[in-house]
Every structure is written in C-alpha cells, then in structure tokens.
C-alpha cells in the first residue's frame, strides 16, 4: 500500500485548506483511514479516522472543523480543515490500517501504511 499525500500549504488563521491522500496498492474504503499530525516539539497525535463502516472519530481538538471524507472512485482520502488556526500548523500524515480497533483509532501505533506528510501553516 503507497500513500501520497497532497494539498498542504500557507494560510492564514480562519482559512481553509483540503489535504488529499491518494492510495495504490489496496482499497482504501476497505481499511481503517485516519489523518495524524505532529507538530515541532510535539508526539504525533491523530486527527480523525474513518473506518470501513464510514464511522468517524474526531479529535476535540478539531470537531467542528475538520471533516474526513473518501471517494471510493478515486481511492482516495480527503481532509477539509476550515477555521484554521495557529495552532492547526503541523506535517499532516494519512495512515492506513487493516486492523485497527475502535479503541485504538486514534493511536498512531495501530497503522501500518504512512505517507510521506504535508506541511500546513497556519499564520495568525
């Protein structure tokens, strides 16, 4: 399984940006997706996940602003971040897994795919 993300950049706080992360090799919408981000300094922690039912989970961090989508034709995972801020500024990675629990969506240790990361800035 190969992941490529894209769509990363500069923007600034209350802009938005759409991260995409396209995938070969395998069906994403048949895996466990999620998005994950770290920060400078920072543990990588996870954004959002979506699993082969379509469930989601969202980090409190960014419900409410961030939306995980798939388009099953394309085989390929979306992320829309609106309302950005400072904050938000971290390399964004999409992961995917094949067995990965509920317990553990949000925990970069249950994926076994990454992709090479894409740089957002949000500037105040």
């Known amino acids: 399984v190969q992941l490529v993300e894209s769509g990363g950049g500069s923007v600034q706080a209350g802009g938005s940006l759409r991260l995409s992360c396209a995938g070969y090799?395998?069906?994403?919408?048949?895996?466990?997706t999620a998005w994950f981000r770290q920060a400078p300094g920072r543990e990588r922690e996870g954004v959002v996940a979506?699993?082969?039912?379509?469930?989601?989970n969202y980090a409190d961090s960014v419900k409410g602003r961030f939306t995980i989508s798939q388009d099953n034709a394309k085989n390929t995972l979306y992320l829309q971040m609106n309302s950005l801020k400072p904050e938000d500024t971290a390399m964004y990675y999409c992961?995917?897994?094949?067995?990965?629990?509920?317990?553990?969506?949000?925990?970069?240790?249950?994926?076994?795919?990454w992709g090479q990361g894409t740089q957002v800035t949000v500037s105040s």
């Open positions: 090799g395998y069906t994403l919408s048949n895996m466990c």
């Open positions: 992961a995917a897994g094949a067995w990965v629990t509920l317990a553990t969506i949000l925990n970069d240790k249950s994926y076994n795919y």
């Open positions: 979506i699993d082969s039912d379509g469930t989601t």
